[in-house]
């Protein structure tokens, strides 16, 4: 469970990230944030993962306090969410399998449960057959599928996208989200920010939307307003 | 096995920062190890010379035997004496010549008459021996009293300086390797800045993402300290010789270096080229952890 209690962003200068936002994502669900650039997602995320810490209010994680997380114990907390990014983040001097092997080498797991959940995990993805390839031989869309590889190779209850289709062509992208669906499917918490439009109102998931930081709806089977989201101007934590 | 791959990866990498590294503590354990192999060995030396309560007592020319003789049954009344032994004339001149054979040029001018005769007299104690000097500087006949007390305060005074300019340079010299492994520790962070972002976000420990760089930094030590020392223990083992012959005297340089192929020796060796890659691992690590403290702050 996920929840958010008043909690608050301010940037330096007092430039909002969000604002006085509650929230609860009860285990499970999948869940789209959506917001023009500049409402606050990106912010959200991050304030999940403890990269930012709330200028007020409290965010609890299966009863984990985030703010009370120090440098030195936040690792128990991220080993709980894979995060996927829109640029990506692959190490571009390791293959996809060593990419995807890097979060269950931290994790301390044995070669051969690696190997296992690596395999595992890329045929879910469809990218078992380019385990050697590095990330300068793959397609943007096959490297996002690499990120969601990497991020779920760990077995996390909770699964963040940062604009995971952002940098992809339409058709890519629906592959994209074809497997975060499935991975939703699987028992995992997904929580997405993205402006895909067609994506929220295809899936018709429960959807945040954020607009200047605020909370402005809460919708169970949410749709994406053309027009509402996208006319506001840019401030704070904008989208990676 | 990750930790062991990403340090081979790192020195594979940047091959010259790494020889850089090396050379550097391996210059700092050549000059530590020399200067303080003298130091153990002046010290060692002066230990020897203290444990010796002796002094020599040297008579004018017209003195020998009968002066010496008596002296020694007045000293022997004290009840502080060990043994005495008297140096004739001509057992004088018999030293002398086997100490310069290879010296025709000293010999030539060099007759009996021409060295005192002489009392090597040990004390029981010591502490003993400025009671002994009172009773020596009254007898009849001497000359001059030389003590081992003067041989250790010469050489005492070179081994302050031995220890004075070993300690300065090797002070700079792990001063320099310190930024040296912490220049390319810090590089190296400044290279792998968006694995260590990648790490820590996937939920990698702070331990996790600082070992490597610590176990690298160490590894320079090890190798820097380990070759160092082993060139050194070379270099004894060529001159274990001469040095037994200059100072075999000493029991305790005799009982290490009196036999190449003693397990004393080879034991003692291994434990200088140990301990030394031991400081080495850990003047590096230290390196490496200044680096992290200052270029990867939580």
């Known amino acids: 469970m996920i929840e958010f209690f008043s909690v608050s962003k301010l940037y330096p200068g007092n430039a909002p990230g969000i604002v006085d936002v509650s929230v609860k994502i009860p285990d499970g669900e999948f869940v789209f944030l959506i917001g023009p650039s500049g409402s606050g997602k990106t912010t959200f995320l991050r304030l999940l993962i403890r990269d930012l810490l709330p200028t007020q209010g409290n965010i609890m994680i299966d009863d984990i306090p985030v703010g009370s997380l120090t440098a030195n114990t936040v690792y128990t907390l991220r080993r709980k969410i894979g995060i996927v990014f829109q640029d990506f983040k692959l190490l571009t001097d390791r293959t996809v399998y060593e990419n995807v092997a890097l979060v269950s080498e931290i994790l301390g797991k044995a070669h051969g449960e690696i190997e296992h959940g690596v395999m595992n995990v890329l045929e879910l993805v469809g990218l078992a057959d380019k385990r050697n390839h590095f990330p300068m031989q793959l397609s943007a869309g096959e490297m996002q599928r690499a990120a969601i590889a990497r991020a779920i190779v760990g077995g996390p209850k909770i699964l963040l996208a940062d604009e995971p289709t952002g940098n992809l062509d339409p058709e890519t992208a629906a592959g994209i989200w074809d497997i975060l669906d499935e991975i939703h499917g699987l028992g995992t918490t997904v929580l997405i920010a993205t402006h895909n439009q067609d994506a929220v109102n295809k899936m018709r998931k429960r959807t945040l939307t954020l607009e200047h930081g605020a909370l402005i709806s809460d919708e169970a089977k949410g749709k994406y307003h053309v027009g509402r989201h996208d006319k506001h101007d840019h401030k704070g934590g904008g989208s990676k | ?298």
Not at chain 2, 13 to 25: D, E, F, G, I, N
Not at chain 2, 77 to 96: C, M, P, R
Not at chain 2, 163 to 191: E, F, H, N, W
């Open chain 2, 1 to 298: 096995m990750r930790l062991i791959r990403d340090v081979r990866t790192h020195i594979r990498r940047s091959p010259y920062q790494a020889m850089a590294a090396v050379l550097t503590m391996f210059l700092t354990f050549l000059v530590g190890s020399v200067f303080f192999l003298a130091t153990v060995a002046s010290l060692t030396i002066i230990s020897y010379f203290e444990s010796k309560p002796q002094l020599t007592v040297f008579f004018v020319q017209n003195a020998g035997e009968k002066e010496a003789t008596l002296l020694k049954e007045t000293l022997d009344q004290t009840g502080k004496v060990a043994s005495t032994k008297f140096i004739s004339k001509d057992e004088a001149l018999a030293t002398y010549k086997e100490q310069n054979k290879n010296d025709p040029l000293l010999l030539e001018m060099v007759t009996a008459d021409i060295l005192p005769a002489s009392l090597e007299v040990s004390a029981k104690d010591p502490t003993f021996l400025s009671e002994l000097d009172t009773v020596i500087v009254g007898a009849t006949g001497v000359d001059e009293v030389i003590y081992q007390r003067d041989v250790v305060d010469s050489l005492l005074s070179w081994t302050n300086a031995i220890r004075l300019i070993g300690g300065i340079l090797g002070g700079l010299l792990v001063l320099d390797s310190l930024l040296i492994i912490g220049t390319v520790i810090a590089m190296k962070i400044a290279l792998k800045r968006e694995e260590i972002e990648i790490l820590t976000l996937v939920g990698a420990t702070s331990w996790t993402i600082r070992a490597p760089f610590i176990l690298e930094g160490g590894l320079y030590g090890v190798m820097g300290a380990g070759v160092a020392s082993f060139l050194v223990t070379i270099l004894i083992l060529w001159q274990r010789y001469n040095i037994v012959t200059f100072l075999g005297v000493i029991p305790s340089i005799q009982s290490v270096l009196g036999s190449s192929t003693s397990v004393v020796f080879i034991l003692s060796c291994l434990g200088f080229i140990v301990v030394n890659m031991i400081v080495g691992f850990i003047i590096g690590s230290l390196g490496s952890v200044i680096a992290l403290a200052r270029y990867l702050r939580d």
